[in-house]
């Protein structure tokens, strides 16, 4: 049973940046991949980044022109990251950090553990 605790929202100007933290524990996760995805107001909640833990590839939803997240792991840590730079109004949604043993999965029906979520609201 993987437990995830997600941290480092707040309240954000347009044009800033957050990194935000998920600490993982609870279990052996070598075989599973951690994911990041977001939910608005009233919006489905979507995929934004996964890491996969071994060897710590990543896979984005967004192409690379343009990216403005960076996901990354600290395995002796046991915590993925999410940075986010160039915040915008719409990146206002909670952030979720997600487990799963499937290493690119968009859908969040294919990740068995989930934390509580981060608020990111940016506004200026």
């Known amino acids: 049973q993987l437990h995830l605790v997600e941290s480092g929202g707040g309240l954000v100007q347009p044009g800033g940046s957050l990194r935000l933290s998920c600490r993982a524990s609870?279990?052996?996760?070598?075989?599973?991949?951690l994911a990041w995805f977001r939910q608005a107001p009233g919006k489905e909640r979507e995929f934004v980044a996964t890491i996969r833990w071994r060897d710590r590839a990543p896979y984005y939803r967004d192409s690379a022109k343009g990216r403005r997240v960076t996901i990354s792991a600290d395995n002796s840590a046991n915590i993925v990251y999410l940075q986010i730079s160039s915040l915008k109004p719409e990146d206002t949604a909670v952030y979720y950090c997600a487990a799963g043993r499937t290493f690119v999965a968009l859908a969040s029906e294919r990740y068995e553990f989930w934390g509580r979520g981060t608020q990111v609201t940016v506004s200026s």
């Open positions: 609870g279990g052996t996760f070598s075989n599973y991949a």
